[in-house]
């Protein structure tokens, strides 16, 4: 059964020879990775020694609860929570155990810190499984918000499986009996759910919004494995404010649309106190665009600095080398590497040219025409 | 003197030639309309049977005060207020007293409606005097924000004066001296300051943004003429209020330029009540877009209803064909053109088709990928 979704030699020369494959070398080993997609193949999708894992795939955002469940779901669903962090899928591979990006590239951190976010051993027994988890926590290299309830580090939350040369999930009761059985960490399952239990759903929609957390994520309990996902108001200001000083190298309707969505989910979920809201919505943009004001009236530039942690220098020193490769016009300035107890402390920062170059002509008193 | 600067028929030709000028029919009226800047002669400038009517224009934004002051003027400054309204021209061709817009168009609404924003007894003293004027009010076709000291219909305030055939401005000492004579209603003028005035400027801007007034224009006293411009904290939230409703029609940059020129007023002026600011800077944007969506769900569009009055129903009428031909595909939808005592109340929508397509979408239950 698995065989079938082996992804054999002829396509993957097909895709390469489209450009929808490439040769990639990352962590220290080498191998083939759809860097678009590809037939079936989602991009993100990685062969090693014959070995395919699966890309996850996207899956589409509601805006309106509503009317969304009942148009994209139809029959019992499982609404599991949806944190705040960076996707990666967990594999076993001949070299060790290693944390692939949604990219496709092995996240240099991740790995270096794999033993520390979970009991490795189900690998012994499932050698081909592939967990599909979010990292999230405030001493993390790449986002700049984290969920409430992670207050230092990082922490790894498990929200589906594969197995090796398959594109498919593992259907959600045996999931759920692994985790169980090897006391993975997951995300909160909050059940089962017909897609006419809006009020329950919202419910804790509204309590999620309130605790600070990013959202849900609904999928079907079906063999089709349909997904869908719906964030709280609270994720969208979370956004705006992880990412004012990226103002201006972000897609443009990176900020319009979020304000777009927080006003949909407050209309839809009658939020009452406006006043509040309002509140942390202007916060949101205007306390992290006068702190990089100040900050660069203080230092001559805006940067954001990213801590984390890791047992191998070598990773961090990969890690800046991933992060620089993958910058584009964002500059990756490596500050610290220091022994910190049984690990080392990598401290980076992120500087936005765009930013830094408007507040370097507006600051110096030159004029904007518009 | 004047005459040097007239624009003869060569000048004519060749700016048409390059696609610069065009013969423009607008308000009844033929003439040649400068479409872009053409060597001196700015955008919007207008020949009508050899009388050279210059356009007005653009003023560079100083983001801050300080640095810019010293940096952009040298020796005295008038301080005047910048209204929130729309650029207009009154001038007295043949036909009668017009009044153009930035753009070079006759205004059909402000043309109709000089002999109550204005004597016009100044033309049969002074026929070659241009008078460049803000219109501003709740009850005007083009702008969606109105200043607090116009609570209704639309008031004019000169700013500016030139003479046909230049595109100089009158020196200030005289324009003053005009105002004065004939009773000319004009923006405020604060004073006469030098560019280490800052204290006493912020002083005049924390005020005026208390009062939710828009900005302020130095213009230098001297043959240079040299101008700049700076807004409040609260302009910015009113662009921002205002425009909502098209927030995807609107270049992508508009809403987080204006953001980030708050943060800068804020922070230049150290503005302490953040809270209630971050209140109205979340209530801009949150505010409109919740009605936009509550308008939606009732009438199944969005729209935008602008009102104004006309003496001459005919100029309703061409007010609305111009606006359908400079609306690109924002709609203009005629509601009611109405007898109201003296005048005709006309109502007209505009509609987004952008906003409108994505509620439609997103309140379907369609789902994004992103």
Not at 17 to 45: N, P, Q
Not at 157 to 173: A, E, G, I, K, T
Request: charged share 30%; proline share 5%; glycine share 8%.
């Amino acid at each position: 059964m698995t065989t079938k979704s082996a992804i054999n030699a002829e396509r993957i020369q097909r895709a390469m020879r489209l450009g929808k494959a490439a040769e990639t070398e990352s962590g220290g080993l080498r191998y083939v990775r759809f860097v678009h997609d590809f037939e079936d193949i989602t991009r993100g999708t990685v062969v090693l020694h014959d070995q395919a894992v699966y890309g996850y795939p996207p899956i589409g955002r509601l805006l309106a609860l509503q009317t969304g469940l009942a148009k994209q779901l139809s029959g019992p669903f499982w609404l599991e929570e949806k944190v705040d962090g960076f996707n990666i899928r967990v594999v076993r591979a001949q070299s060790g155990t290693i944390a692939l990006t949604r990219g496709g590239y092995v996240c240099p951190f991740t790995t270096d810190r794999l033993q520390d976010l979970l009991d490795m051993s189900i690998f012994d027994d499932q050698p081909d499984l592939v967990l599909c988890a979010e990292v999230a926590g405030p001493d993390n290299p790449y986002v700049e918000s984290a969920p409430p309830f992670v207050a230092e580090d990082v922490k790894l939350f498990v929200f589906d499986m594969m197995r090796q040369n398959s594109p498919r999930f593992l259907p959600q009761n045996e999931k759920m009996a692994l985790i169980r059985r090897y006391a993975l960490p997951s995300v909160e399952i909050f059940g089962r759910f017909e897609v006419g239990d809006v009020a329950p759903i919202s419910a804790i929609l509204k309590r999620l919004d309130e605790e600070g957390r990013e959202g849900v994520v609904c999928k079907e309990d079906s063999p089709r494995q349909r997904r869908t996902k719906h964030v709280t108001g609270s994720a969208n200001l979370s956004d705006i404010r992880a990412s004012v000083y990226s103002l201006l190298d972000l897609p443009p309707e990176y900020f319009t649309s979020r304000m777009l969505r927080l006003a949909l989910f407050v209309e839809e979920q009658e939020l009452a106190d406006s006043e509040s809201l309002n509140q942390r919505a202007g916060a949101a943009f205007l306390d992290g665009l006068t702190g990089a004001i100040r900050q660069y009236r203080r230092e001559g530039r805006v940067a954001h600095r990213f801590r984390c942690r890791f047992r191998d220098p070598e990773n961090a020193r990969r890690l800046i080398r991933y992060l620089k490769q993958a910058a584009g016009h964002v500059q990756i300035v490596p500050r610290e590497l220091e022994p910190d107890g049984d690990y080392w402390r990598l401290e980076f920062d992120r500087i936005y040219p765009s930013l830094n170059g408007l507040l370097s002509d507006w600051l110096a008193g030159e004029v904007v025409f518009d």
